[in-house]
């Protein structure tokens, strides 16, 4: 089993996904699924109006960059391989429909020497002259990311918790616009928080400062991959955020309790807010939006601490 940021999955899982997948994506193109009975010919299905082919793959373990690279590359040796071989075979299950697109389906593609490989081998397979391979014939490496709306669509309707942020590093590269007015902002409110029986901790001010300001700047491209990848959950998302952000100015007013209450209750609320209007996005997610939105209003003023 290997751990995506689309779930966790064998060679089994990942295939069985991945036919439900191409059902749902190519039904205009008339897909066929190509079942390994009586024998495996080197391709998972095809699209009878195009003459795309997919091959799936995932490794059941985890491997170094290094080892799935190997991995990966000696599959696609091998599966193309199968086109030469099962010829007569293929042919008799595809009809008039060419090969003109061999498409390699993995979760992870780590290595851009697989991009190396692939043309070598569409160069290969092209000589051997083949009956049903195009002239024009493509190999194509595709990981899970070219599927992400009906890998959410299909998890969402089996009712599982959709997790495909929780692997994701997302390194804001924030434009330096107006930046300094809300890191005045979050240095004048953590101020606040930071000053203990009225003398301020300079060393926490200053940490919390950056944990903070790192926290807010990462929210947009997180939302925005939201949006990319799941675009109905992005909206009931935005929607609980806003309908909420109008309540917190005014929560702010009337609080007569401690900073770190204020900012836990705002955090928590929001959560179980977003928890209410998303059911299908897992907890992990929720409470980043949560606690990422909880910094960005401390730097834009709705959240305030005096």
């Excluded at 190396?116 to 990981?143: C, M, N, R, Y």
């Excluded at 179980?272 to 907890?283: C, F, H, I, K, N």
């Excluded at 606690?291 to 730097?299: F, G, L």
Aim: proline share 2%; net charge negative.
């Amino acid at each position: 089993m290997i751990q995506t940021k689309y779930g966790t999955f064998d060679g089994d899982s990942w295939e069985d996904l991945c036919q439900l997948v191409f059902k749902s994506k190519y039904k205009d193109q008339q897909y066929q699924e190509m079942v390994a009975s009586p024998g495996d010919f080197g391709i998972e299905g095809f699209t009878k109006l195009d003459g795309v082919a997919f091959q799936c793959y995932c490794p059941d373990t985890h491997y170094t960059q290094k080892e799935l690279y190997e991995k990966q590359r000696d599959k696609i040796t091998k599966d193309l391989e199968k086109l030469r071989a099962y010829e007569h075979e293929i042919s008799r299950r595809m009809g008039n429909t060419k090969i003109r697109e061999w498409v390699f389906v993995t979760p992870l593609i780590t290595d851009n020497k697989l991009l190396s490989h692939a043309q070598t081998k569409q160069v290969e397979v092209v000589t051997w002259g083949l009956s049903i391979i195009d002239p024009e014939f493509k190999v194509i490496l595709q990981d899970a990311d070219y599927f992400a709306t009906e890998i959410n669509a299909i998890q969402t309707a089996k009712g599982k918790k959709i997790t495909l942020f929780s692997a994701l590093e997302l390194e804001s590269q924030a434009e330096e616009q107006e930046v300094s007015e809300y890191e005045k902002n979050i240095s004048k409110k953590n101020k606040v928080r930071c000053t203990f029986n009225g003398v301020l901790d300079e060393e926490k001010h200053l940490k919390l400062n950056r944990i903070t300001s790192n926290k807010w700047l990462k929210n947009d491209p997180f939302l925005k991959e939201i949006e990319k990848n799941a675009s109905e959950i992005y909206f009931h998302v935005l929607r609980a955020i806003n309908q909420y952000e109008s309540e917190v100015e005014e929560l702010c007013i009337t609080w007569r309790g401690d900073a770190e209450e204020l900012i836990s209750k705002v955090r928590d609320e929001l959560a179980q807010r977003l928890s209410e209007a998303t059911p299908t996005l897992g907890e992990a997610e929720i409470y980043r939006i949560a606690d990422q939105m909880t910094s960005k209003w401390i730097a834009l003023c709705p959240l305030g601490i005096e």
